[in-house]
């Protein structure tokens, strides 16, 4: 038998988990990619330029929070596996309280970024049309935040097929509704009919699921009115200081993709829509991969509470298989389909050999994006956060950004020096945190991770 029969249920375990986070992470992120084709088949090149930065910048600043708050999903599966309802009834509430304060900060950060817009050095036709369009996504990161706190007591509890849900439902109203919005034939509202798709789709989504959590049955036990009455500042404290560095992982690598973008829009519009088709491609693998990490995360938090050093490894390990896996299938339908996945954007030629150079460089690095999401994952997973942080800040703002300016301005590499850059920061990531994960997982470490 290949696989022993713990082994073997920690695989199933984590799939099961798993699969429905990939389906709404990719739900997510095929909101964005569905954003992109159609602005970039209905409106041309200019305005996929224009929406996919400003789209890059929002959820630049917005990653704190959707970073941070997915600490919280371990901590309620720690509470789950400890049978804990008022502890989870506790994270929960808190939880809401801290994405609240990220909501007010964030967006007025944000409303910032777009009122000083030409702070970012883009061409004039592309300040035009972003502009406009980032005051209204910086309004929907909203409930964006808000809805990625509600989905974490989904989550941690395993009924990871609910947030599924709702996300899938969101896609298709998304798409709708931006159809109505662009169209000529309705709307005819531009760019920013997309703009007001997003806006709509993430009220409503949070909306649903937030009235799902609070009143269906699964959720009885947590919510009981002895619940109500349990102290929260020492949860949002717990939440926030952990949240604070666990967000800034996230945002560390998201900046560094938007500053990427940034830096395109400085050598030409035909490379910024390039880059924009490319990391579109490049980002689907990759939220599908933070699944992984997320279940990952998961099975380690229960692994914590039920006080269990080997399925905390275990776990971990099977997480890391199951990346290695996925992100070579990906790399390879990559390599072999660039050119169909570059066809779905646009039919220009210089944008799409463009793209296909950048796709190639994309298929490098999936192996290297995969192990370190889920590295980070599990990391969480044990609470962990302060390190890989510091890890994360020198891979992409001492290593890759850095590293790709040096190779896109001073050599004839221009796009793709960019690109390396971001291939050698996700490589040192990936190194680091894995021998981080291994590390506090040894016996020694466990045991003083555990208490014992």
């Known amino acids: 038998m290949l696989f022993s029969k713990p082994v073997q249920h920690e695989i199933k375990q984590t799939v099961q988990l798993a699969i429905p986070i990939i389906i709404a992470q990719l739900g997510v992120v095929l909101m964005g990619v569905a954003d992109n084709i159609m602005v970039g088949r209905m409106l041309g090149k200019t305005a996929l330029g224009a929406a996919g930065l400003a789209n890059s910048i929002a959820f630049m600043i917005g990653s704190l ?49 777009a009122a000083y817009f030409g702070w970012f050095g883009q061409p004039e036709p592309i300040n035009i049309l972003a502009q406009p369009f980032l005051w209204v996504i910086a309004l929907s990161n909203i409930p964006l935040i808000l809805f990625v706190a509600t989905k974490q ?42 703009a007001y798709a997003t806006l709509t789709t993430r009220v409503v989504m949070l909306v649903i699921l937030f009235s799902y959590v609070r009143f269906n049955r699964r959720f009885i036990r947590v919510f009981q009115d002895a619940h109500r009455v349990l102290p929260l500042r020492s949860s949002i404290q717990l939440i926030t200081r952990l949240s604070i560095p666990g967000g800034f992982q996230f945002f560390f690598e998201i900046a560094a993709f938007s500053i990427a973008v940034i830096m395109m829009g400085w050598i030409g519009e ?25 279940a990952g995360g998961i099975r380690v938090g229960d692994g914590r509470g039920q006080g ?29 389909f660039d050119a169909w ?68 301005f001073y050599t004839e590499l221009a796009e793709r020096g960019i690109w390396y850059g971001l291939l050698a920061g996700l490589t040192a990531s990936a190194v680091l945190l894995l021998f981080r994960f291994y590390y506090l997982t040894r016996p020694d470490q466990i045991r003083k991770k555990l208490g014992w």
């Open 65 to 113: 929070a959707v970073g941070g708050l997915a600490v919280v999903a371990p901590l309620v599966s720690k509470a789950n596996a400890e049978d804990d309802p008022g502890r989870i009834n506790q994270l929960f509430r808190s939880s809401m309280w801290v994405a609240g304060g990220f909501s007010i900060i964030l967006t007025a950060v944000t409303g910032v970024c």
């Open 153 to 194: 007591i989904s989550d941690g509890l395993g009924l990871t097929r609910v947030a599924m849900t709702v996300t899938l439902v969101g896609l298709a109203l998304n798409v709708s509704l931006n159809f109505l919005g662009m169209s000529e034939n309705y709307f005819n509202l531009g760019i920013m009919g997309a």
């Open 270 to 294: 035909n490379e910024l829509a390039a880059h924009q088709v490319a990391i579109n491609i490049a980002s689907t693998f990759y939220m599908m991969a933070s699944g992984i990490g997320f």
């Open 308 to 336: 269990r050093p080997a399925q905390i490894r275990r776990s971990g390990n099977v997480a890391i298989g199951l990346v290695i896996a996925f992100m070579t299938t990906t790399m390879l339908s990559m390599v072999f």
């Open 341 to 408: 996945f570059v066809s779905l954007y646009l039919n220009e030629p210089l944008v799409r050999e463009i793209a296909i150079r950048l796709i190639f460089i994309a298929a490098i690095f999936q192996l290297s994006d995969g192990l370190q999401v889920v590295a980070l994952g599990t990391l969480r997973g044990l609470s962990d956060v302060t390190i890989p942080t510091i890890i994360t800040f020198v891979a992409y703002w001492v290593i890759a950004l850095p590293l790709g300016y040096v190779l896109a």
